[in-house]
């Protein structure tokens, strides 16, 4: 898959729920995804763009995230809790293992975020 330059805010308008996380948050978990865009400045990089499905993406990285996303992952305590505690537990596991890691990663979206979608 080609990753492409992209603005915030083309990122922000990419899924109708798109959730920034900082740098490593979810290195586990998207471990076996590839980053659909990243964005770069004259800073350097700023963050990668990872799109889910329609519904959701997940900006993380070091600058401009909150810029480029409809919703931050500390502004829900459980949320960040889950996502936590699922991105530990994809921690050693190997490729063949990481199968329906991005339907799970969905699912838990959908329990938090479900109602922010449309907003």
Known sequence: MTTFHTTQ???KTSSN????????FLQHALAGESRDAYNAGRDGWNFDL?????DYGIVTG???MSR???HEVN?????????KTFDDE???LRYADRVGLKDKLIAILDKHLKQQKAA
């Open 9 to 11: 805010r083309d990122a």
């Open 17 to 24: 729920c798109v959730l920034a996380v900082e740098y490593c």
């Open 50 to 54: 990872f799109t889910l499905n329609d």
């Open 62 to 64: 070091y600058r401009s």
């Open 68 to 70: 480029a996303a409809t």
């Open 75 to 83: 502004d829900y305590p459980e949320l960040r809790a889950e996502l």
């Open 90 to 92: 994809c921690r050693g």
